[in-house]
Every structure is written in C-alpha cells, then in structure tokens.
C-alpha cells in the first residue's frame, strides 16, 4: 500500500485527511500478518498458513500485478463477508494466532482480511488492516458496477491523494447531483443506486489527476457545473459489492478501519446483546 501523503503523479499537492486517524499500535502478542519462508521451521510453527492448498486462501498471492491482487482481494473479503458460516469458522480456527503466506509483508494480502475478520474489535471504526473512504450518494454504489456493465467509473472530488489500491466504501447521507446526472446519461437505476447507504463493498482506486479538459470520457467524465479549479478526478475500477449494504456512518477523507465494517452482524455487539 502506498504512501498517503506526498505528492500525486500529476506533481499535485496530495492531501490526505487519513494522517489525522492513527490506527492502534500493534503489540506482539496481537495477531499478525507474516511471512513464511521455505527452511524457517521456526516461523512455521508459530503461525497458520493460509496460502494454497487452504480454505484460505485468496489467489491473490499468484498476482504480479498491483492492480489485480487489490482487485482479487475486494472480491475476496466482499465474499468472505456474505458467508456467516465460514466467518464462524475463521473465529474458530484463526483467532489468536499469525497468519502466513508466502507474501513479503509490506503487500496487501488476504492474511490481513482473515485477521480482522476472525478477531474483530469491539470498534472496526479505530482501526485495523483496511482503508476506507466516505463517498456522497449515489456514488458509493456507482463506483462499485461490475466491470462488464462499466470497468471504469470516474467521479469528482476538491481534495486528492497519492493512495492507489483497495478502499472499503462506505455512502454517506449527502446526495450528488451531478453524480446523478451521470448515471442518468449512462443509463442507469438512478433511484436504485441513490437508496444504498453505510457500507457497500470496496473498489480499487487507480488514478487520481487534476481535472483538464477532456482528461476523461463523458458521462462520468463530464464537468461540474460548478467550473470550480482544484477539483480532481478519482477513478475507479474493480468494484465488489456486498449483497446487503452494512450500517455504517461516514467521517472525512481516508481513514484506517478494520475489515469486519463489512460484516452484516458485528459479533462483538451480537454478543454483547446475549
């Protein structure tokens, strides 16, 4: 996962609200995503492995490129989370422990998924192994179109980032006209898609660049009637979408949540309710 602060490909300041959420530190007894290494019997027999020929494993660990590993883990964890009994299961086999694969540490990986989703924390909202992002309606949902409907889809926003990869996303309560518009012209559901509200799935996000004239194709790539400068354009494409959106509330720019946001019932208020 790349930096979060810096500067943008386009040479454009990047501002990333998500330096202001520290997510907590972890401490060597919390579960940890690791790597295995051929010979290290050491690490193998402090660890589960999760990598093929497991249950566990994603197929994101054969990728080569960024891209489609982010694009593979969105289906992964979107999936995982519609599964009440393979959720149960990850709580029972791996919660407590550190989890392996032949990954370098430093890449996404489903390890990370598997962590959050199998001990999740009372607050999904003070951190954990994903990002996320707050977008207005209907964008949220529309970023989140399968590729054969739409492999790409752009939106506008006044604040950028240097972030490329996977995000959760979660809808907020403001409503975008203009994003309506475009849906309405590249001839979808526009009321469908402006009801879905909390946490909707995830999508990987590719490029973000200073808006130009013609930099992206119409509709999604159409102007604002608001003319503003500094505004940018994020794009999108491999989006996941949940089968049921999750309640949730939004909060400003990138922010560190953990996985199980994407969970439909919280285990720890599930059983804080027996």
Known sequence: MSSRRGLTRHGAPSFSP???????Q???????????????????????SVAAPSRWDSGACHC???QR???VLAEYAVRLAGRPDLLDAARHELAGHNLACGCAPELPCHRAILID?????????????ALAVTLPRPWASLILLPDHLSPTVVHTRSWCTDHRGLLCVVASHTLDDHAV??????G????WHTRQRGWLGAAVLVDVHPITGGCCEPPWGQQPRTH????????????????????????????????????????RAKAARR
């Open 18 to 24: 998500a330096a202001r959420w520290v997510a907590p």
């Open 26 to 48: 972890l401490t060597p007894l919390d579960p940890q995503p690791v790597q295995h290494i051929p010979g290290d019997g050491g690490n193998e027999a402090t660890s589960i």
């Open 64 to 66: 080569t490129s960024p």
């Open 69 to 71: 590993r982010a694009a």
């Open 117 to 129: 989703y199998a001990q999740p924390p009372a607050d999904p909202y003070r951190g954990g192994h």
């Open 181 to 186: 518009s475009s849906a309405a012209a590249a």
């Open 188 to 191: 979808f559901d526009t009321a």
């Open 228 to 267: 503003r400068r500094g505004l940018y354009h994020w794009v999108w494409q491999h989006g996941a979408r949940l089968a049921r959106p999750v309640a949730g509330h939004g909060f400003l720019g990138l922010r560190p949540v953990d996985w199980s946001v994407l969970i439909r019932t919280h285990p």
